[in-house]
């Protein structure tokens, strides 16, 4: 069983592995899916930052852009049939 990873909009993506990023970031880290669409999700107790007033929540789905977790090829063609 694959390990399940919830993006900053709460939306849970199975599948996916950690990108490698060249800094490290102290409150996010991003996954990566099999169609190459990359998510951010937050870390477990991310700490809040010395210039921010709190912790970090997740927002709702709702939230999220259109077509957030479509892959970028299908929303390509998706494009091109609409034109």
């Given amino acids: 069983m694959s390990k ?3 993006d900053v909009f709460n939306i849970q993506h199975t599948d ?3 990108v ?7 409150r996010i ?9 990359r ?3 937050l870390k477990d107790n991310a700490k809040p930052a010395k210039k921010g007033s709190g912790h970090w929540t ?3 789905p709702e939230d999220a852009p259109q ?3 479509v892959p970028y090829r ?10």
Avoid: H, M, P, W
Wanted: contains cysteine; glycine residues 2%.
């Fill in 58 to 60: 997740s927002a709702s």
């Fill in 74 to 83: 299908s929303r390509k063609r998706q494009r091109k049939k609409l034109s």
């Fill in 67 to 69: 077509d957030y977790a």
């Fill in 29 to 37: 880290f991003i996954i990566q899916d099999k169609n190459g669409s």
């Fill in 20 to 26: 490698d990023t060249i800094n490290e970031f102290s």
């Fill in 39 to 41: 998510f951010t999700c």
């Fill in 4 to 6: 399940v990873y919830t």
């Fill in 16 to 18: 996916c592995t950690v």
